[in-house]
């Protein structure tokens, strides 16, 4: 068995989905689990959906929601046989009719939970698996629905949840291969379910983690994440353009490159398959021939000393001084305290004498976290920071990095730098708006000439 999964451009339209189609029928005699998410950017507009309800634009929610249902049912009949095609109306008919009673009852409320974000955003992944399963029908490949909510069973913090995994195991043992014996199952990523029943989502982006535990639960030979770039790329293509596809990367880099920024693997990726030591492969779903990023268990042999460069956007700088006895011992509890409360997690930190400045990247309690804070030491914060990223096994071993990251940004105001911590990364803050030259003078340095084993 193996696990592909499809990310939201892959099956965005009737055309999208029937490359799909040929892309899992080349591997049929593998016994494919397909993983699908929503289909292109119907989470964001879910999301959109609730936040009209709760601002009481009623005609506006059920335009939106109009919208919605044509876009699933005109790119949904291309592909749905004639026989099915009914069934298909009806199973449309009904999943709008529960979304647009769920969006009123929200409307009515005024207010938002986390419960009912992950109701309301579990429609994508829920149309899109069903959708897909009847078009592999249409297109002469055997397909099972499976609701993912019935195998996903998670905790109950919404928005975020996490698996159980004995419990989330033993359900895809006891499912899963049996269908995939006979038939192409088609579950929806991001979804799950709380022991007691209630919707629950991974967090966005969340469709990678669920083909990931699902590779795990059913010890798959390999874990397919099938996306619209061509593999893990030496820096993100939304920053920088012209950078090069990695062919091999170990866990520990992907999983410090997706922490770090990059989108194309969810964070909680690797570790199922870690455990499990299941090969992931990232490959783009327009251009299957390429032979996409390999990510494997041990570190691989490479001359350069980065293997990619991922950075964060929207990065808070919160400096803490205090003018009196700031080593005193228990301080840094203080403030870690602090951060704990309110749920907001530290990426990076530097300390001096009197001070230590961290960053955070959820602003959501920063007020009320700087109030707490200045009860014992001043406050100041600096929005719109970056984090860039370098990302390698080598980067320990390999005398002078430093010197070639402030050689490169020699130009560019440095606001932190962090080495270290993880053996792997070495990290610097600057401003957002100076993010793009930075990546692209780093990436200039460490890739001007490139391992041949790794790189393409
Ligand atoms: P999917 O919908 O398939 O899950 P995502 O949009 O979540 O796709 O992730 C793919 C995107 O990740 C790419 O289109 C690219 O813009 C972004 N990305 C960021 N950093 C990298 C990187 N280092 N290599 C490749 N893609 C990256
Ligand atoms: N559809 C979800 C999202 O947009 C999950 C995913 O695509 O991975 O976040
Ligand atoms: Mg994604």
Same mark, same amino acid.
């Given at each position: 068995?193996?696990v592909m999964k499809f990310g939201?451009?892959s ?24 993983v ?153 990523g ?17 469709s990678d983690?669920?083909a990931s535990?699902?590779g ?7 874990i397919q994440i099938w996306t619209?770039?061509?593999g893990m ?14 062919? /091999?990367?170990?866990?520990?880099? $992907?999983? %410090? #490159?997706?922490? =770090?920024?990059?989108?194309v693997l969810h +964070?909680?990726t690797? &570790? ?8 992931v492969l990232i490959l783009?779903s ?6 996409g990023t390999?990510i ?67 602003? /959501?309690?920063?007020?009320?976290? $700087?109030? %707490? #804070?200045?009860? =014992? ?5 600096? +929005?719109?920071?970056? &984090? ?69």
């Amino acid at each position: 068995m193996i696990v592909m999964k499809f990310g939201g451009s892959s099956v965005e339209s009737a055309q999208a989905i029937e490359r799909v189609a040929g892309i899992v029928k080349a591997r049929a005699d593998r016994n494919p689990v397909v993983v699908v998410s929503a289909m292109g950017k119907t989470t964001n507009k879910l999301l959109a959906i609730a936040n009209t309800a709760i601002a009481g634009k009623r005609d506006e929610y059920i335009r939106q929601i109009h919208d919605l249902r044509d876009f699933h049912s005109r790119e949904a009949r291309q592909v749905t046989p004639l026989a099915h095609r009914a069934e298909l109306d009806r199973w449309l008919d009904e999943h709008f009719e529960e979304l647009t009673e769920l969006v009123k009852g929200i409307a009515v409320i005024g207010e938002l939970t986390p419960r009912s974000i992950d109701a309301i955003s579990s429609y994508g992944e829920r149309l899109s698996s069903y959708i897909v399963a009847l078009a592999f029908g249409y297109f002469g490949l055997p397909a099972v629905h499976l609701d993912a909510r019935k195998v996903i069973v998670t905790d109950r913090r919404h928005t975020q949840a996490a698996p159980i995994y004995p419990e989330t195991y033993s359900r895809l043992d006891a499912v899963v291969p049996a269908l995939a014996a006979e038939k192409v199952v088609v579950m929806g990523g991001f979804i799950g379910s709380t022991e007691d029943g209630v919707t629950s989502t991974l967090g966005r982006g969340g469709s990678d983690f669920t083909a990931s535990i699902v590779g795990a639960g059913i010890h798959a030979e390999e874990i397919q994440i099938w996306t619209d770039v061509d593999g893990m790329l030496t820096a993100d293509p939304t920053i920088l353009t012209g950078g090069h596809r990695v062919k /091999t990367i170990s866990f520990a880099e $992907a999983a %410090e #490159l997706a922490y =770090f920024g990059a989108k194309v693997l969810h +964070p909680a990726t690797v &570790i199922p398959a870690v455990e499990r030591n299941i090969p992931v492969l990232i490959l783009n779903s327009r251009r299957p021939d390429v032979p996409g990023t390999l990510i494997v268990s041990q570190a691989v042999p490479c001359k350069n000393a980065v293997k990619s460069i991922a950075c964060k956007r929207k990065i808070t700088l919160v400096n803490i001084h205090s003018s009196r006895m700031f080593m005193a011992h228990g301080f840094l509890r203080r403030i870690f305290e602090v951060f704990d409360r309110y749920e907001t997690s530290v990426d990076m930190i530097a300390t001096s004498e009197v001070s230590v400045s961290l960053t955070i990247d959820n602003t /959501t309690h920063l007020a009320r976290i $700087a109030e %707490e #804070l200045n009860e =014992f030491s001043q406050v100041s914060t600096e +929005p719109e920071q970056a &984090i860039v990223c370098l990302v390698g096994e080598n980067i320990r071993y390999t005398p002078g990095v430093a010197a070639m990251v402030f050689n490169a940004l020699r130009e560019l105001n440095i606001r932190m730098i962090s080495q270290g911590a993880s053996l792997l990364n070495l990290s610097v803050i600057v401003a957002e708006k100076d993010l793009r030259s930075a990546v692209e003078a780093l990436h200039t340095e460490f890739f001007r000439e490139l391992d041949p084993e790794v790189f393409e």
